[in-house]
């Protein structure tokens, strides 16, 4: 017998950037469709970007996204200079990890706080959780602004940071200006710490997933802006390769692209989990000793708890930040000289949410031929549809609500950023 | 901690008319310099970093709710439309409703606020701030600092 199938929409997930919805449908006690809906309206920054100078695309990809600009224009500044053959020295280096810093701080902090607590407590938002816990509440709203005030003085601004070049920055902040921000660091460093205790003592349902990690390794650093990209299934590849390994596909269920490894384009898991289990050893002795006191082991596959994995990192981005700011003296210039020349190039950097890869062919004077930019969110989307198909297979006797809801919880746990992975547009034209 | 009982912030971006709420505030500060606060924030949320001692806050901010440009709203918090303060939380920040309603939450928001919702037609990026707005955030901000003044 046939019977009817259940069929289960979120028409639209709330605490995460963008606009998507999610798709069930079940028949019996089978699964037979999940989609995760992104319907959010295509940007096209691939197709603006070309004609443009190499001077102005890191300003340009910066309005990709309101909290994680620094991740697009540190993927871009490495992809280009790749290009070019140049390699800023090791004082610029440490300030480009200081700025990414920044962004990981108020990224995490924010969806930490305000966004992933609240499933965890019992809340509908943090609005309505802060009059319980108004004192974390600050505590997010504070660690945040650090992130901000990070961004203010080495991007020029919190939001869409403009101080960002090819080969440096346009200018850097007086030594005085930087140690200003040692006292507020200090105090982010213990409140980071609390935050991580507070997180990791949360209930966590069981729910382990057999993932491939996938995040850039580096010898010596937690990964942020270079390393090789490495997984736990043991691939070992450089940037310039990522396009050999990975292949963006299409789904008409969503204006962003999916992206798949190797020949049978498996789905895979990038984000802090991810960079956490590839990299735990590299974590600021701050982080690693606390990483041990909360009791994380790897493999940690449990989705979950990437509220715990962010709450590391925000430790990290204080302790390195720290370390920073104190030793930070003015250098004599902000930036090397660039000399365009017609080649392409390719980065990896690790945003909050994951590997976002660059790729450029530029022409001999430095103007864009063509780009090609895979977010975190795209490379994750087949990995949320199979996570929500085995929550929905493990559940599927629950009340259509109550599978609606742990949908979205998982959803959430991603941190998408669903409007940095828009940019495929599916014309169908019918000619009569 | 701010130096006065009272605080006027004024909430937009440098993108045409949405930089209405800055003007705002550029016009109060020569005004009221010795009665109140006065800043310029982008994000909302950094409200709750400087009402501390606060009795009284006044937030202009351009809006796009009801009428024509240049219309001005003034609502008493916490009576504002529904669908003013109904926006969903994202990761990319607040809107001046959510903030107030936040410190409120938190038990930190002054008794006495104002919000001054100034209606625009566009905010277009890189343009300046259209003469029509430019007279309207005049008049705004002598109000308030009429206001403050026989207070």
Not at chain 1, 240 to 262: I, N, V, W
């Amino acid at each position: 017998m046939t019977s009817e199938p259940r069929r289960i929409r979120v028409e639209a997930l709330t605490r995460v950037e963008g606009e998507g919805g999610l798709y069930v449908r079940v028949r019996g006690d089978q699964v037979e469709e999940v989609r995760l809906e992104i319907y959010e309206p295509p940007r096209l920054f691939e197709a603006l970007l070309r004609g443009r100078s190499f001077q102005e695309v890191p300003d340009i990809t910066a309005r990709i996204c309101g909290i994680c600009p620094v991740a697009y224009q540190m993927s871009t500044v490495h992809a280009i200079e790749s290009a070019f053959g140049c390699a800023p020295g090791p004082e610029i280096r440490r300030l480009r990890r200081l700025l990414y810093c920044g962004e990981w701080i108020e990224s995490h902090a924010l969806h930490v706080h305000m966004l992933h607590a609240p499933d965890f407590l019992g809340y509908p938002s943090g609005l309505a959780m802060a009059a319980d816990f108004p004192e974390e509440i600050k505590r997010g709203l504070r660690l945040k602004k650090h992130g901000n005030q990070l961004l203010e003085l080495f991007g020029g601004r919190a939001v869409h940071p403009i101080n960002v070049a090819v080969g440096g920055f346009y200018r850097l902040p007086d030594t005085s200006d930087a140690a200003r921000l040692i006292p507020d660091f200090e105090w982010g460093l213990q409140a980071a710490i609390d935050a991580t205790r507070w997180v990791a003592s949360f209930d966590f349902a069981d729910f382990d997933q057999p993932y491939e990690f996938v995040a850039l390794s580096h010898p010596a650093e937690y990964p942020m802006n270079e390393g090789r990209i490495v997984s736990s299934q043991g691939m070992d590849i450089s940037a310039q390769d990522f396009a050999a390994e990975f292949t963006e596909y299409q789904q008409p269920h969503s204006t962003a692209l999916f992206c798949g490894r190797g020949a049978a384009q498996t789905h895979y898991l990038v984000g802090p989990l991810a960079r956490l289990n590839l990299n735990l050893e590299r974590l600021a002795p701050e982080a690693l000793r606390l990483a041990e006191e909360v009791g994380v082991t790897r493999p940690c596959a449990n989705p979950y708890r990437s509220i715990i994995a962010r709450g590391l990192e925000i430790v990290h981005a204080y302790a390195e930040a720290l370390s920073i700011l104190k030793t930070y003296e003015r250098p004599r210039a902000p930036r090397i000289e660039v000399r365009p020349r017609a080649s392409s190039g390719a980065a990896v950097t690790e945003a909050p949410r994951g590997l976002l890869y660059h790729r450029f062919e530029l022409d001999a004077d430095g103007l864009v031929r063509e780009a090609t930019i895979i977010p975190p969110t795209s490379q994750n989307q087949a990995q949320i549809e199979a996570d929500l198909r085995s929550l929905v297979s493990a559940r599927v006797a629950r009340p259509d609500e109550e599978i609606a809801r742990d949908c979205e919880r998982l959803v959430r746990s991603y941190d998408p950023c669903i409007s940095c992975s828009t940019h495929f547009l599916k014309l169908d034209m019918v000619r009569t | 901690m701010t130096r006065s009982a009272t605080l006027i912030v004024g909430v937009g971006s440098p993108h045409g008319d949405d930089r209405v709420g800055w003007r705002v505030t550029e016009r109060l500060a020569s005004l009221v310099s010795s009665l109140a606060d006065v800043r310029t924030v982008a994000d909302p949320s950094e409200i709750l970093d400087w009402l501390d001692g606060v009795r009284t806050l006044h937030a202009c901010d351009a809006c796009h709710f009801s009428g024509a440009a240049g219309h001005v709203h003034r609502w008493q918090w916490p009576d504002v439309p529904a669908n003013v303060s109904k926006t969903a939380w994202s990761s990319h920040g607040v809107t001046l409703p959510q903030a107030l309603a936040l410190a409120g939450a938190l038990g930190v928001l002054p008794d006495d606020v104002t919000i001054w919702g100034i209606e625009i037609a566009a905010a277009r990026t890189a343009e300046p701030l259209s003469p029509a707005l430019e007279q309207v955030a005049t008049a705004v901000a002598e109000q308030i600092a009429g206001e403050l003044a026989d207070a």
